[in-house]
RNA sequence: GGCCCCAUCGUCCAGUGGCCUAGGACACCACCCUUUCAAGGUGGAGACUCGGGUUCGACUCCCGAUGGGGUCACCA
């Protein structure tokens, strides 16, 4: 029975991958690994308007980055391929003609603008804006007339008339509608040839053996339609499962005025896949405990529909990023290294050179406590790279006296001549001094701090210290020195050490 | 507007008639740890939309209202 399962994500590529589509990918991922089935890609190209290559390259870049691998698609093939709607347009022809043969479907002649004028009438006079199926019954002889005119005709189906259509959904249960009030005579093949998106999803739906349609709330009201056209061309319809939507903040329906919501947007934000795909995961669906924290397998094994919620989700970034720092935390430091690197070099840090691999391990472990993304890294290591520019303002106020100049210089001498140099050592030499000096450690820590990284926050000092090295630390405990000399907040002095204090 | 779906803390999720004095997470507040900031730990504040039923007993079942969402194309 297993073995039967087939399900589908089926984007339209007419734009990036947002998370409402990644969220229905993932599901329906989980629900086919869950099940040993399999999951297929197609592209629903149809709108010949806005669909692009570029987007279709860039949905499955965000997949695979994602970690949702297909089974079967465009770019894979497979035993009921094509897997590009744009490439099966004869399958789509064929089936309307089978249809058209039977008096099931026929020939419409209605021009887009006459239909948007009874469109407008209908609303206006409080009606429903139904197709009034004025070409249902044309005889030869009109139709010759018609297409004389220059009219492309359409394909459309013939509705069903009275009665109700029920749709099983998984998720929901029974849903009923009305079909005088559901199904008109709706279009399935557009005056130029290209199906429609009810009866391609239709068709390839059957062609492609899907055993349940997994998608979006949004998609619910069309259900009737498909359940139609299944009948008419004597299809077992596939099983049917709607999940709830994901909403923006504003409880409305998530587009790009609502932020990022392109999952490659978040990836160029420095979030990680495991991070973005734990969220979605929380989105609608819960392991039915208080876990939250799982990885893909782990959810693939837990996943269930019937454990899929019903209420429309609004996203949270706050919760996202929160997730997304847990992952940081929890990252290989090599991988980490690998994605740091390239932001490095980016903010200009790396003059063209590859930091020592063992040493950024070693600043990154330091530093990623602090960062919720991989873009906040740069910012958070900067001094590690190049010398403070500026001390921070507040900073120079508390930590940068004139007694702090002679605890500096003594920082210094011992730090000059300490053996080994190792963060044990340094931090055994500071308190020393301090006991010797009868203060505080952090008499001594925040003024080196402040010297040494121009910041009042950061990683350990020892660590800092240990990982800036002997050299930079003497050079930097110097500078810091005359600055406190020169009596800031001498101007021309800040300006002298590069800083626009 | 018609039709459909939904309704627990600000947000996400748990809760399937008595285990609920409603649980967890994010965010928020406090404390602890601590050289700072984080991270981590502990604690706190914070919700069953409303009104009727059903029942010995409703967050849980039914009806209605209200609210939110979706959908009504030669878009998907």
């Known amino acids: 029975m297993d073995e039967g399962v087939r399900v589908r994500f089926a984007p339209s590529p007419t734009g990036a991958l947002h998370v409402g589509g990644?969220?229905?990918?993932?599901?329906?991922?989980?629900?086919?690994?869950?099940?040993?089935?399999?999951?297929?890609?197609?592209?629903?190209?149809?709108?010949?308007?806005?669909?692009?290559?570029?987007?279709?390259?860039?949905?499955?870049?965000?997949?695979?980055?994602?970690?949702?691998?297909?089974?079967?698609?465009?770019?894979?093939?497979?035993?009921?391929?094509?897997?590009?709607?744009?490439?099966?347009?004869?399958?789509?022809?064929?089936?309307?003609?089978?249809?058209?043969?039977?008096?099931?479907?026929?020939?419409?002649?209605?021009?887009?603008?006459?239909?948007?004028?009874?469109?407008?009438?209908?609303?206006?006079?409080?009606?429903?804006?139904?197709?009034?199926?004025?070409?249902?019954?044309?005889?030869?002889?009109?139709?010759?007339?018609?297409?004389?005119?220059?009219?492309?005709?359409?394909?459309?189906?013939?509705?069903?008339?009275?009665?109700?259509?029920?749709?099983?959904?998984?998720?929901?249960?029974a849903v009923a509608f009305d079909n005088d009030k559901m199904l008109d005579d709706f279009v399935i093949l557009k005056s130029d040839g290209w199906p429609t998106y009810?009866?391609?999803?239709?068709?390839?739906?059957?062609?492609?053996?899907?055993?349940?349609?997994?998608?979006?709330?949004?998609?619910?009201?069309?259900?009737?339609?498909?359940?139609?056209?299944?009948?008419?061309?004597?299809?077992?319809p596939p099983r049917f499962a709607h999940v709830p939507m994901i909403l923006a903040p504003d409880r409305s329906k998530l587009s790009k005025r609502h932020g990022a919501v392109a999952v490659e947007e978040f990836r160029a934000a420095g979030y990680l896949p495991e991070a973005i795909v734990n969220y979605l995961c929380l989105l609608g669906w819960s392991p039915g405990d208080d876990r939250e924290i799982f990885t893909l397998e782990e959810a693939a094994r837990l996943f269930t529909l019937e454990r899929v919620n019903r209420t429309a989700a609004v996203y949270d970034v706050e919760k996202l990023t929160w997730m997304n720092g847990h992952y940081l935390r929890a990252?290989?430091?090599?991988?980490?290294?690998?994605?740091?690197?390239?932001?490095?070099?980016?903010?200009?840090?790396?003059?063209?050179?590859?930091?020592?691999?063992?040493?950024?391990?070693?600043?990154?472990?330091?530093?990623?406590?602090?960062?919720?993304?991989?873009?906040?890294?740069?910012?958070?290591?900067?001094?590690?790279?190049?010398?403070?520019?500026?001390?921070?303002?507040?900073?120079?106020?508390?930590?940068?006296?004139?007694?702090?100049?002679?605890?500096?210089?003594?920082?210094r001498a011992v730090l000059a001549g300490l053996e080994p140099w190792t963060v044990e050592a340094i931090e055994a030499a500071y308190r020393g001094l301090a006991a010797r000096l009868g203060i505080a450690a952090g008499a001594l820590i925040h003024p080196t701090r402040l010297a040494l990284t121009g910041r009042t926050v950061g990683p350990g000092l020892f660590d800092v210290i240990y990982l800036l090295g002997r050299e930079r630390c003497l050079e930097r405990l110097e500078r810091a020195v005359r600055f406190i000399r020169a009596g800031n907040p001498a101007l021309v002095e800040a300006q002298q050490v590069g800083g626009k204090n």
């Open 22 to 173: 990644a969220r229905t990918a993932l599901f329906n991922w989980l629900f086919a690994r869950h099940h040993g089935g399999r999951f297929v890609l197609r592209s629903e190209d149809t709108d010949r308007e806005r669909s692009r290559p570029e987007w279709e390259r860039a949905i499955m870049d965000a997949l695979s980055w994602l970690g949702l691998d297909w089974d079967e698609g465009p770019d894979k093939g497979g035993p009921y391929g094509p897997y590009r709607q744009s490439e099966r347009l004869d399958l789509y022809r064929a089936e309307a003609e089978r249809l058209l043969a039977r008096g099931d479907a026929y020939l419409c002649f209605c021009t887009p603008e006459e239909l948007a004028r009874r469109r407008e009438e209908a609303l206006a006079h409080g009606l429903p804006p139904r197709y009034d199926g004025r070409c249902r019954d044309l005889t030869a002889g009109e139709r010759a007339r018609l297409q004389a005119e220059g009219r492309r005709p359409v394909i459309r189906v013939r509705a069903p008339g009275a009665g109700t259509t029920v749709v099983e959904d998984l998720t929901r249960g």
């Open 198 to 236: 009810n009866f391609a999803c239709t068709v390839d739906d059957h062609l492609m053996r899907i055993s349940h349609v997994i998608r979006a709330e949004e998609h619910l009201s069309n259900t009737p339609r498909q359940l139609h056209l299944c009948r008419l061309l004597g299809y077992d």
């Open 331 to 411: 990252a290989d430091l090599d991988r980490l290294a690998d994605l740091v690197e390239p932001r490095l070099a980016a903010a200009g840090l790396l003059d063209g050179e590859r930091p020592d691999r063992p040493w950024l391990k070693r600043v990154l472990a330091a530093v990623r406590d602090r960062a919720r993304t991989l873009a906040e890294i740069p910012d958070l290591v900067s001094y590690f790279f190049r010398e403070p520019d500026t001390y921070e303002d507040k900073g120079v106020r508390k930590h940068f006296q004139p007694e702090a100049a002679g605890l500096l210089e003594e920082a």
